[in-house]
Every structure is written in structure tokens, then in C-alpha cells.
């Protein structure tokens, strides 16, 4: 599995769900733009998604330069400021001189910016703490610095006390130790701790600051300076990149710098600014005329009249009673939503009410911290604002009634204390009108669920028949530690009026190691830290299915009218247990085919898609002896049976085990420890030795023996393959190997050949071989088949920074 | 849309002037020398304005505390 593509195919899901809708993608059909309306699929809205805070952009002043400059100098003007500049760069850099008392750069855009900046002022020996919610485009250039395998991590959002310690610890091996952080961040609307942070540069030398205040400009500090800079003096370790592109209203950036050496050195060396294009004449000649209002008394009343604004907001959303997720002094507004369902909803009734309003969803904010953002700028009227709010606060209980959601579930969702008017549980109707066709039905074990009822359900679809999971609990029981405790929990969701299952399915809740599924290098380096804590980077999740079983582990009738109903049940139970067990991470997995219905309403309830690793699966066993087989591979597998597998043959003694003594269940489970320390591909916790010994003893389970006789010397076990039996297929689950014999006697080519010898003998119809050694399973006549889950996770924190990880070595064992 | 006093007062001068008009009424007008005075009505009290007419500038946006106040200005 490809982590990068993981990201992109599900932004692909959310943003085209979010076009498919109708509220992302969309154009305007004004010819000209006034004031802050737009015209969107022919209604007239109050645009509330406008950054030009100061509504600048019309100004009169701003247009009539920005033509001046393109009859003066042309539309544009293209060569790299390496060679030459017009003289509006000039005036403008020496107007930002003015502004901000510090040496500038002027880009064009703030991603230009930091892809000058970062890979110049950054060297591979510093190390960089990124905060989780820095914008996306700093960590874009962040990512440049991979290939110098500089040390980078994501520090929680705003945790000042956590960066303090990374400092402690990282400042005897790097001179600077840079922190990334947004000024005002750009979908709560939040502040980074700047008095801090100015704080903690001061005590520490290493410490040297990097931030993106585009969302202050111009609304904030003397001349417009920014939030960073209001009432404060330039940090001499700090570097300031921030837009033009917002409150400034014409696009480009600006980078200042505490010294004039740092802006030369980024001038004269960032990539950007040798091969990128310039600012434009229009551009240029707007900022120019921009800059000159910044320096004037009239931006101090500019700013007052939006600081009003704000105030009148944050009073209205308080009277309104709108979950607000992070009360604050910026502009930005950010109504939870908590499901991406919601937020459609939502932003559809906005606009068919009269107001445009943003989408706050993935990837700039996790999945189920989706919500309603809107920002305020001077050119909207109160009545607007109250208007808005209002409307917001009638049509958000309608949309959550809709979607099955309550007021409770955002809050919590945000980890927000719930206020006394939102305990009252509103989900109450659409519960009672559920209840009337459906009853949610939530067992403890495998024992309190009728077996009959259970094997109609599962029987032959997997590893978890009623037998299976009584054998799983058996085994994941009252164990020493921790990882090998798992909590059992059984849905099933049935109509009232005929009894009938519409949705079911068992979860374990259990530790998982979140490197599980990254790249065996990034579990390498994490699997050295776990050396001193076995429990870094590891998290509570709720499985369908488990870790030890493949298959479709989620029963849904879709002929049944109440399937998406009885889904929503069925999540309000996984949420129940979420909660409880306190786990992360809610998956919902081994999907081979998934309908666009299907996968359009996970999403809306906000899980996203990523696919497993490929499953191998031998479909075809119609052959019937070892000759049959033979003929039945292709060349090239044909000449592997030969030189691999045919020639060891006979030096193996195979057959089947019951009730093993103790030593050999000890020598049986030393094999399998081989096996999972090797590789790292799928990084699970090693299972504990009981499930060995339960399922030599189980009848719907066997355990294949290889035994070898190599070099006249006494046979020894040398490879065991425990395999469920009961139901159409053979479904190895667990492999041990003596890779001593690996090399000269190709032990586990051979325990894959004599899985195949013990499937058909036994009459069965597929051999499901599980994940991982495609290539080795081919040639057994093995395909690949897709498969998905389907993830929810609470805190992705420690996603972000498997992410970062996978982008650049980081020095965890340095 | 209700709002306190305590709210109200929140706001400067040239924001409560808007916040009346667009959410309050005008319920009395009188210019006396060089000063407009208005009375205002929102949500459930009153609003003196003061404007100086020579140089425009808001000298009062304040609720009225003493509401005899409004019956001499209605007597003016």
C-alpha cells in the first residue's frame, strides 16, 4: 500500500463528493463584482468566504493603479528577478521597509515564499517542529527538505510545553531548532501562543521561529503589520512570511527577515525567485497604492471597523447558541459541524438561504471535525452578519435532524464541555423513528449470540464463525499484556416486524501499532524507540473484524429498505464504544467491492477510504494430484516449482498436528517469532503463545508440520502453517519458518506448495493466502485481489507524522 | 435580534450609530443649535445620539438612563 496515495485518493473522494453536491468548484456568474455579493447558480448571495478582510479590492485608489501600472508597463512584465525587476518592485520594497521596519522579500505567493525560504535558511543539520495545523503550504515546502534528511516532526497544535521539551532534548545535537506555526490559522481562526513563543526564543538559543501570519495582515498592527508584530518588536531568531492575498487585497507575498544577510541570502538563492515568474505590473502597481493606505492614519479606522465586526460576530454566535469551535480576535469563523454529511447539508442550506459560506473538511481539518467556516470582512453590514447567524442557528437543528446527528456529538466531537441546553438528546426523533422499524441488538462474546443465527450470517465468509470467534476470545482473554487483551463486541441490527438481520458484524477493540501499514523502513526506525517504551506511537482501535481474521466481516441487506438506518445504528453503537474503550480509531475493513452508494454514504458519515494490501487469493483447485498442479502453473512458474520446490521434496516429512506438547508448541511459536521479527511490511504486536496451543486443539483449525532431514541429521520442525479449515476455503493464517534452511532447502516455498497439496485434498474451493509475498504466491497461481477499509480516526496526529516521516528520514535513533 | 445594554455598549460610538440603524427606529429627531438629536429604540431600550452638524463628529451614543429624559425631549 502506497501511504502518499492514500492522501490524494481521499482528498479525491471528499472534494469530488463535495463538487458532485454542488458546493465545491463553482463558479460565478457575475460579470462584475460589487461589494460582497456573488452570484452563485443564478441566486444572489452574501458572500462570506471572502479573506479580503478590509474589502480593499475595491477600492478605488487599488483599481485605478493596478491600471495605470498595466498601461505603464504592460500586462505583464516576464523575466526572473534574477535578471530584472521593474521599478515598481522597488517602491513597493521600499514601502515595506516603512511597514514593517525590517528587511523584505517580495514573492509571488506565500508557497513561493516558503519554497524560498525553507530550503535557504534551514540546513540539514537544524532540526524543524512543525505544529499540526501549520498551513499546508509551509508543509509543502517543508517537504523539499526531505532529500537532505534533515530531522522534522509535527508537534501537537499549540502545545508549548511539549515543544519546551523537544527543545531539551534536541538542543545538544542541533545548533537551530526552527518552530513552524501560523500567526492565525487558517480554519479555526486560532492564534499561535506568541508571547510564548518570544519567551521560549529567549531562553533558548537554539530556538528560532518561523511563521506564516498571512491571515493578519493588514487587519492587525501598526501599519497593518500583522497579528505576530501588533505590539510586539521583530524578534531578532524570527522569520515573517505573510500574504498579500488577504487583508492587503492584491495578491503576492512578502518575507521579512531580522537582518538585511538572511533577506539577501533568500533573494539571491531561493529557487523562486531565480526561476519563478514576477509579481505582475497590475499586481504591483495595486500594492504600491495598497501600501500607501497602510502607512496612512486611515488603516487604523479600517481595522476598527472590522474589529467591530468580529466583536458583533462572536457576540451573535454566543446569542445564537452555534457551536463555535475556538472563540478569537481573527476574522475567521468556524461553526462545527462534526460529520462531512453535515457540512453539505449545511452549506447547501446557507446558499439556498441567501448566504455563501466555506467548507471546512478534510484535509484541512480531520474527517469528523468538519464545519461550517465564514469569514467576516469590513464591507458586511451588521444586519448581514446578524442575518447570517441567525439563519445558520434555524437551519443547523434541521440539518442534524436530517443527518442524525445531535448538537452532543459536535461538541464532543471537538472536545468541547457540552452546554446544558445541547445535553437534551436530540438525535430523540430520529432514534424513535428507528426504533419503530429497528432494535440494535450489542453482545459482550461470541457465547451470548445463538450460534445458529450467527453461522447463517458468517459461516464460510471468513476465519469468524461462531467457532472461530469463540477460539479467538479464548486466546485474546486474560493475557499478561496489554496488546493481547481484546474487547469483543457483537451488533447485529434487526427489523422489528420480521426479526430479519439487516446489518451485523463483531469488533475488536485493541492496541494497534499506527506504523502497522507504513513502510518497513519507517517501522524500523519506530521499532527502535519501542525498545525503551513498547507502547510509542501505538493506539486503541475499534476493528470490525480483527487482526486475525481476513474476509467480509460487515453483514449489510441492502434489499432492505432500513440499511442506511440500520447503519446509522450501528455507528451510534461504534461511537458508544469508542468513547468507552477511549480508542482512536474507528475501521471498518476488508471490503473487495464497494458500490458508489455504498462508499459515498461512508464518506458522508465521515470515514475515508484506504486500500489494505492486496489480498492473494488461489481461486482455481481444480486440479487433482501434484502433477495436475504442475501443469496447471504457467512457464515461468513451472520453472520455479522445478529448481525451487520439486528438487527439496523429498527431504521433507509433511503432516498434520493435534494436541502438540508444550515443547512443541514452544518450537512452533520460536518459528512464527522468526517470521514476525523479519518483516516489518505489516507491523502488528507478536500474538501470544495460547493461540497456539487453542487452535492445535480446535476442530475448525490445523496446524500443517514440515519437517526436514537435512544432511542425514534427525528431523526438525522446520515450518508450521496454522490454517482454518472449517467452511469452502483454506485460510492460512499464521506461518512460522526456520530461515536457518531458508537459503539451501527453500523451506517456505515448499510450506506454500504443501498448502496447496493439503486445500485440495481436502476438497476445498480457495486457498485465501492473505497479504504480503505476492510475488512467492503467484507462482503458486495465486491473483491479487484489492481490498479497503474504510478508517475514522479521532486525533491524526500521529498520522501526520508517519506522514512526515514517510517524506523524510527522520533520526529517531540518533 | 436582542441586545442588552451592557452589549451595546461593547461597541464605539460610529458602530452603535449603525447597529441602531439597522436594527433599531428613529423614534425622535430634533435639531438644537448645531447638534442632532435623535432617539433611538432598540431592543427594549432607548438610544441618545448627539451629532455635532459642523464637524459631523458623534459626540453621545449612549441607553438612556433616565427615562423622564424622553419626555423632554418630546416637548422641545
Redesign the interface.
Known amino acids: 500500500m502506497k501511504q502518499g496515495n492514500v492522501v490524494i485518493d481521499t482528498v479525491d473522494q471528499i472534494i469530488s463528493d463535495g463538487v458532485k453536491k454542488g458546493i465545491l468548484h463553482l463558479y460565478t456568474d457575475d460579470n462584475t463584482l460589487h461589494g460582497n455579493h456573488i452570484t452563485l447558480k443564478g441566486k444572489k448571495v452574501v458572500n462570506f468566504g471572502s479573506c479580503s478582510y478590509l474589502g480593499l479590492e475595491f477600492d478605488a485608489r487599488l483599481k485605478e493603479a493596478s491600471k495605470a501600472a498595466i498601461d505603464n508597463y504592460g500586462t505583464q512584465f516576464s523575466e526572473s528577478r534574477a535578471y530584472v525587476s521593474i521599478k515598481l518592485y522597488r517602491q513597493l520594497e521600499e514601502l515595506f521597509f516603512r511597514i514593517f521596519e525590517a528587511p523584505c522579500v517580495i514573492t509571488p505567493t506565500t508557497t513561493l515564499g516558503h519554497m524560498a525560504n525553507i530550503p535557504v535558511l534551514m540546513s540539514p543539520d537544524d532540526a524543524i517542529i512543525t505544529d499540526q495545523q501549520v498551513h499546508n503550504s509551509v508543509g509543502t515546502a517543508v517537504k523539499l527538505l526531505k532529500t537532505s534528511r534533515t530531522h522534522i516532526e509535527v508537534l501537537r497544535h499549540n502545545k508549548m510545553d511539549l515543544l519546551e521539551d523537544r527543545i531539551k532534548l534536541l538542543r545538544s545535537k542541533h545548533k537551530k531548532i526552527w518552530y513552524l506555526a501560523d500567526g492565525i490559522y487558517s480554519m479555526f481562526g486560532d492564534t499561535a501562543p506568541i508571547d510564548e513563543l518570544y519567551e521560549l526564543m529567549d531562553l533558548y538559543p537554539q530556538l528560532h521561529l518561523y511563521v506564516d501570519d498571512a491571515h493578519g495582515m493588514s487587519i492587525h498592527g501598526r501599519h497593518g503589520r500583522g497579528s505576530v508584530l501588533d505590539k510586539r518588536k521583530f524578534h531578532p531568531k524570527m522569520v515573517l512570511a505573510t500574504s498579500l492575498a488577504k487583508g492587503f487585497a492584491t495578491g503576492g507575498a512578502v518575507m521579512v527577515y531580522p537582518n538585511k544577510e538572511m533577506a539577501r541570502k533568500v533573494r539571491t538563492c531561493g529557487g523562486p525567485l531565480i526561476t519563478s515568474g514576477p509579481l505582475q505590473p497590475a499586481q504591483l502597481g495595486a500594492a504600491v497604492a495598497a501600501a500607501s493606505i497602510h502607512l496612512t492614519e486611515e488603516i487604523y479606522s479600517m481595522q ?2 472590522l474589529y ?1 465586526r468580529i ?2 460576530t462572536n ?2 454566535l454566543k ?1 445564537y447558541h452555534l457551536p463555535v469551535i475556538a472563540e478569537n480576535n481573527s476574522a475567521i469563523f468556524f461553526v462545527g459541524a462534526h460529520l462531512p454529511k453535515v457540512g453539505y447539508n449545511m452549506v447547501r442550506r446557507m446558499l439556498e438561504a441567501g448566504y455563501y459560506v466555506n467548507l471546512g473538511i478534510f484535509p484541512a481539518v480531520p474527517m469528523k471535525n468538519t464545519g461550517i467556516r465564514f469569514t467576516i470582512t469590513r464591507l458586511h ?3 448581514q452578519i ?1 442575518q447570517m447567524i ?1 439563519t445558520m442557528s434555524e437551519q443547523l437543528p434541521k440539518a442534524l435532524k436530517e443527518e442524525g446527528v445531535s448538537y452532543e456529538d459536535i461538541y464532543k466531537a471537538f472536545k468541547l464541555p457540552v452546554p446544558e441546553e445541547n445535553l437534551i438528546d436530540q438525535k430523540v426523533a430520529s432514534v424513535i423513528s428507528q426504533a419503530l422499524s429497528l432494535k440494535s441488538y450489542h453482545y459482550k462474546s461470541i457465547h451470548q449470540v445463538d450460534k445458529k443465527d450467527w453461522d447463517i450470517l458468517f459461516k464460510g465468509k471468513g476465519t469468524f464463525d461462531w467457532d472461530g470467534l469463540a477460539l479467538l476470545e479464548d486466546s485474546f482473554m486474560n493475557n499478561e499484556l496489554p496488546e493481547n487483551n481484546w474487547e469483543f463486541d457483537y451488533i447485529i441490527i434487526k427489523e422489528v416486524r420480521t426479526g430479519r438481520p439487516i446489518v451485523a458484524s463483531f469488533f475488536t477493540t485493541a492496541l494497534w501499532k499506527d506504523d502497522m501499514l507504513s513502510p518497513a523502513d519507517i517501522s524500523e526506525s519506530i521499532e527502535v524507540k519501542r525498545i525503551r517504551d513498547p507502547y510509542y506511537f501505538t493506539s486503541r482501535v475499534i476493528s470490525s473484524g480483527s487482526l486475525l481474521t481476513e474476509g467480509e466481516h460487515l453483514f449489510i441487506d441492502k434489499t432492505s429498505p432500513f440499511w442506511k438506518d440500520a447503519m446509522q445504528l450501528l455507528f451510534d453503537e461504534i461511537n458508544s464504544l469508542q468513547e468507552s474503550y477511549n480508542a482512536n480509531s474507528i475501521v471498518l475493513r476488508d471490503f473487495h467491492h464497494i458500490d458508489d452508494e455504498f462508499e459515498s454514504f461512508l464518506i458522508d458519515n465521515g470515514f475515508f477510504k484506504t486500500p489494505m494490501p492486496d489480498n492473494n487469493v488461489v481461486s482455481d483447485l481444480r486440479w487433482n494430484n501434484a502433477e495436475e498442479f504442475y501443469q496447471s502453473l504457467s512457464k515461468c512458474s513451472k520453472a520455479h516449482f522445478r529448481k525451487n520446490v520439486r528438487r527439496y521434496q523429498n527431504y521433507y516429512e509433511v503432516g498434520t498436528e493435534r494436541n502438540p506438547s508444550e515443547i512443541e508448541i514452544e518450537h512452533w511459536y520460536s518459528l512464527y517469532e522468526n517470521v514476525k521479527n523479519k518483516s516489518l511490511n505489516l507491523n502488528t504486536f507478536t500474538l501470544p503463545k495460547k493461540l497456539f496451543a487453542n487452535i492445535a486443539c480446535n476442530d475448525s483449525w490445523e496446524t500443517l508440520v514440515l519437517k526436514l532431514t537435512a544432511d542425514n541429521s534427525a528431523k526438525i520442525t522446520v515450518a508450521v502453517v496454522c490454517s482454518h479449515i472449517a467452511g469452502e476455503n483454506y485460510i492460512p493464517m499464521i506461518i512460522g519458518l526456520d530461515y536457518t534452511y531458508n537459503e539451501t532447502y527453500k523451506v517456505y516455498r515448499q510450506a506454500l506448495y504443501q498448502v496447496m497439496m493439503r486445500a485440495q485434498a481436502l476438497g476445498k474451493q480457495k486457498v485465501l493466502l492473505g497479504f504480503s509475498a505476492s510475488i512467492e504466491k503467484k507462482k503458486v497461481g495465486a491473483a491479487l485481489f484489492p481490498t479497503y477499509a474504510f478508517m475514522q480516526i479521532k486525533d491524526n496526529y500521529n498520522a501526520q507524522t508517519l506522514s512526515i516521516m514517510n517524506l523524510a528520514t527522520t533520526t529517531l535513533n540518533k | ?3 442588552t445594554r451592557g ?1 451595546f455598549c ?3 460610538y ?2 452603535r450609530l ?2 441602531l440603524k ?2 433599531g427606529r428613529n423614534v425622535l429627531e430634533k435639531k438644537i443649535k448645531m447638534r442632532l438629536i435623535s432617539i433611538y429604540r432598540i431592543s427594549d431600550f432607548y438610544v441618545e445620539v448627539y451629532q455635532n452638524l459642523d464637524n459631523q463628529q458623534l459626540e453621545k451614543v449612549e441607553p438612556v438612563k433616565n427615562m423622564g429624559v424622553l419626555d423632554i425631549y418630546s416637548k422641545l
Open positions: 476598527d471597523e467591530e466583536k458583533f457576540l451573535m446569542k453590514t451588521f444586519s446578524e441567525r | 435580534m436582542k441586545l452589549e461593547q461597541f464605539n460610529t458602530t449603525k447597529l439597522e436594527f
